[in-house]
């Protein structure tokens, strides 16, 4: 009867452990992991699709996914 279902991969749970032992339990430590995670994704799609279809491409491309509804 002690059993908790996560539905997150562990990495995310595993970085926001690391963030709260380093920071103190804060909301800000809790959101830190996944503001980088999104800057992360916004940098590796552009570059993606920079590297295929140019700068501007990419840069819509990051643009677009970045003000993505789910994102902000």
């Known amino acids: 009867a002690g059993f908790i279902s996560v ?3 562990p990495l995310s ?5 690391a963030s709260v032992k380093l ?3 804060t909301p ?6 996944q503001v980088l995670q999104g800057v992360a994704a916004v940098v590796l799609l552009f ?3 920079r590297r ?4 501007a491409a990419g840069g819509w491309a990051a643009l677009f996914f ?3 509804p789910i994102w902000i």
């Open 28 to 33: 800000a430590a809790l959101q830190w992991p």
């Open 23 to 25: 920071f103190g339990f």
């Open 7 to 9: 539905d997150k991969p």
């Open 66 to 68: 970045a003000l993505t």
């Open 47 to 49: 570059h993606l699709v």
């Open 52 to 55: 295929r279809f140019g700068f």
């Open 13 to 17: 749970l595993w970085l926001q452990v």
